[in-house]
């Protein structure tokens, strides 16, 4: 049932005073552990067990539920055990769990098993850590679609694709007297070129991972004293950025993850961009430009009172569907009214009052709308991949276009060049569910986990 001789055992829920603690045991000497702490395996049904350590003393009323592998997280026999929250009570099982023959899991050592055992792929096992680390509801439900196996069947797609290429290579190799006719050439380029454009597809949600991952980098950008740092109190709902009536007091940056409707915004608020900075400011400014080149969303902030404070350089980037125009100090002058001179009337802009708060749920949409924009399209199912499946896919698209140029070299390279290079686009793509067997690259994977997942 389980290739693991060996019992593990580790807490599941943080340390510290907390209303539950919860402990994980898998491996092949659970069921005699359950037996000796007085549970009846009857799988998958809570019971009551005075938990007792192996001299007898009573550790605590615990809650045990007995898992008969496979049926189970690791697939293998195990055991949950929800103690009293108290770090001591949790200490003191685990250490019984040790005397008893369990072995301390390692980081991810749970899921690996789960992984190793069959009962998910490499990819599936990452959407877990996605899921435990998600930040956003947007972050959540691509990593429960990645954990319900969406990248997995895209990529075993792929990789039927291929094997049917290869086949096919691989069939005239068998016989050396012939090559490839033109015409089977030309149908095999047009499918590696298929498979290498849909390759390419699921490069393209990378970026967008990272955006679900560590949230959208969002930059408050204008000139000093329109209200930037006011902005982003009102967005983070308390102090953080200092707030003073003197023009260009925020000289550093000041950043802030917060959640607006469904999605994590990395809010980065900037020194001010001025039309004529003081030395002191110089440097600000240029760390600020910096930033604007790197932002997934920008908003560029206007003192409805004072439109003209406005730098020349903002204006171009005013009209891209990443910026948002606000104007704010509208508890002072009606938006627009002094704007009208300066700005396109067919830019979208939001009136708001840091001070007040006026306007800031409908800045908040807009945002948001913004945000989804940045969602790429590639199907029914939100793909978001990882910085591992990226490095994977480059190396496969590699792999393929090399075997495409080789394909429309007008002088017929060996077929067992094309064939290597597309058994290494293979093994690219097979790395992102795991279905190659590179144990240093798994160590790597699961070591990141955390305890008892
Ligand atoms: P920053 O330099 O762009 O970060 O601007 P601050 O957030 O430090 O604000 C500069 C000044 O404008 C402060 O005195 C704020 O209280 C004031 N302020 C900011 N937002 C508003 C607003 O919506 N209405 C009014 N009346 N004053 C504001």
Redesign the pocket.
């Known amino acids: 049932m389980s290739r693991f001789a060996d019992t593990i055992a580790a807490l599941a829920t943080p340390t510290g005073v907390a209303a539950l603690a919860v402990i994980r045991v898998s491996g092949p000497d659970t069921r005699r552990i359950a037996g000796a702490i007085g549970l009846a395996a009857e799988p998958r049904r809570v019971r009551r067990v005075d938990y007792r350590a192996v001299g007898g003393k009573l550790l605590d009323e615990t809650l045990v539920t007995f898992f008969a592998g496979p049926r189970s997280y690791t697939g293998e026999d195990a055991l949950e055990i929800s103690a009293h929250g108290n770090p001591f009570i949790a200490q003191r099982i685990l250490e019984d769990l040790l005397a008893r023959g369990c072995r301390a899991a390692e980081p991810g050592e749970f899921t690996q098993r789960a992984f190793l055992n069959g009962k998910m792929d490499l990819s599936q096992a990452e959407a877990v850590m996605d899921l435990i680390h998600a930040r956003s509801e947007r972050a959540l439900a691509a990593a429960h679609q990645q954990l319900r196996g969406a990248l997995g069947r895209r990529m075993a797609a792929l990789i039927d694709a291929l094997l049917g290429v290869l086949a096919r290579v691989e069939a005239y190799i068998d016989f050396p007297e012939e090559d490839l006719p033109p015409e089977d050439r030309r149908a095999l380029a047009a499918e590696i070129a298929r498979i290498a454009a849909e390759t390419g597809q699921l490069l393209a949600t990378s970026h967008y991972g990272e955006l679900l991952r560590e949230g959208i980098k969002t930059v408050i950008v204008?000139?000093?004293?329109?209200?930037?740092?006011?902005?982003?109190?009102r967005l983070v709902g308390r102090d953080r950025?200092?707030?003073?009536?003197e023009?260009?007091?925020?000289r550093d940056f000041i950043e802030e993850r917060i959640m607006v409707g469904p999605h994590c915004l990395r809010i980065i608020?900037t020194a001010?961009l001025n039309a004529s900075p003081a030395p002191l400011e110089k440097l600000g400014m240029e760390k600020t430009r910096e930033r604007l080149d790197e932002a997934d969303l920008l908003l560029v902030?206007v003192?409805a009172t004072r439109p003209e404070a406005l730098p020349a350089e903002l204006l171009a980037r005013m009209a891209s569907p990443t910026s948002l125009t606000i104007f704010?100090?509208?508890?002072?002058a009606p938006a627009g009214a002094a704007a009208g001179r300066q700005f396109p009337p067919e830019l979208e802009t939001v009136a708001?009052?840091?001070?007040?708060g006026a306007g800031i749920s409908e800045l908040v949409a807009r945002i948001t709308a913004r945000a989804d924009g940045l969602q790429p399209v590639s199907g029914d199912e939100v793909i978001a991949i990882n910085a591992r499946h990226a490095h994977a896919l480059q190396e496969a698209k590699a792999g393929l276009q090399r075997a495409l140029a080789k394909l429309n070299e007008p002088a017929t390279t060996p077929d067992e060049l094309l064939a290597s290079d597309l058994r290494s686009a293979l093994a690219a793509l097979g790395e992102i569910t795991g279905k190659i067997d590179n144990e240093r690259m798994l160590d790597q994977l699961f070591a990141s986990f955390c305890i008892g997942k």
């Not at 204008?222 to 109190?233: D, Q, R």
């Open positions: 204008g000139a000093p004293n329109v209200g930037k740092s006011s902005l982003l109190n950025a200092l707030v003073s009536a023009p260009g007091t925020t608020d001010g902030m003192d704010n100090k509208s508890d002072l708001v009052s840091a001070l007040t």
